[in-house]
């Protein structure tokens, strides 16, 4: 049984029919997740990542994590590519977020906690502006259909995808946020004997377990942080066990440098370190 969350504000709501409707429906008895998050317009990873999905049988769902836009040099070249994913639910993410706010026209915007007179927050302000224009109309309704979180019971187990948390989309969840969100979904289903959480937006790996708690997070597609210039895409099956599957692709990350060179978005020069170190270098 699927059930996809429309806006953060329904979510509880949505939360309620999901507990009556399961009650009454089997859910499914085994699942597999391709998962692509924090593409951030890196259109040579993402097609590599899209690659590996498509040789993989038995797919039941892609998954999208989020901040699949800013801040890269191939905003459209990204949009088409996800929109023509089949089977795909799109999470949205903090910098999806920013796009359909129209941070730029704020008053002294700021974002993560950045001082909003920081050379670097006006910068990557402008690449959200600069981000926004490339995508236009459609990509501002693409963003906009996207979901707050998803939720799939498959046999015992619940899986929550969300890129951050489902209470924000700028910090996941710490352990003893996520062990209590398992507390109550347990509250309402004793049923369930397994919780596992999967998130995107930290652009690196975690593995992190206590009890019948998993939180999981694959780093990044587009834009790794944790000093290996590959991309990532994961596999998530779940059934009387899970098994989760990171591949660590190699791509050319040098054709993402030279297109951000030549196409000089706002904040390209502190990207192109990003994407050559894999590690945010702001400081050369």
């Not at 049988?57 to 929109?83: H, M, S, V, Y």
């Not at 974002?111 to 920081?118: A, F, V």
């Not at 459609?138 to 890129?163: P, S």
Request: aromatic share 12%.
């Amino acid at each position: 049984m699927l059930f996809d969350i429309h806006q953060e504000k329904y979510y509880h709501l949505y939360l309620a029919i999901w507990r009556i409707f399961t009650l009454y429906f089997n859910p499914m008895t085994r699942m597999t997740f391709a998962i692509i998050t924090d593409i951030h317009s890196n259109i040579v990873s993402l097609r590599k990542a899209l690659s590996i999905i498509r040789e993989r049988e038995n797919i039941d769902q892609i998954i999208c994590l989020g901040d699949c836009f800013p801040l890269g040099p191939a905003p459209r070249e990204t949009l088409k590519a996800l929109q023509s994913i089949k089977n795909c639910v799109f999470i949205r993410g903090n910098h999806d977020r920013y796009i359909i706010e129209r941070l730029w026209t704020l008053t002294h915007p700021c974002l993560e906690g950045m001082d909003p007179d920081d050379p670097l927050c006006k910068d990557i302000v402008a690449n959200i502006e600069w981000t926004a224009k490339q995508i236009g109309a459609a990509g501002n309704t693409f963003l906009k259909k996207m979901h707050v979180a998803h939720r799939v019971q498959v046999k015992n187990t619940i899986i929550e995808f969300t890129h951050a948390w489902y209470q924000r989309d700028d910090m996941p969840p710490t352990l003893e946020e996520a062990l209590n969100w398992r507390r109550h979904v347990k509250a309402a289903r004793p049923n369930i004997d397994n919780f596992i959480f999967v998130h995107g937006h930290i652009h690196t790996p975690r593995f992190e377990k206590q009890d019948d708690l998993t939180i999981l997070c694959q780093g990044a597609t587009g834009l790794s942080f944790d000093g290996d210039t590959r991309g990532a895409v994961a596999f998530l099956t779940v059934g009387n066990t899970f098994e989760w599957d990171v591949i660590r692709y190699t791509y050319d990350y040098t054709a993402t440098i030279k297109e951000l060179e030549k196409r000089k978005p706002p904040f390209y020069e502190n990207l192109m370190r990003t994407v050559r170190y894999a590690e945010i270098r702001n400081d050369l």
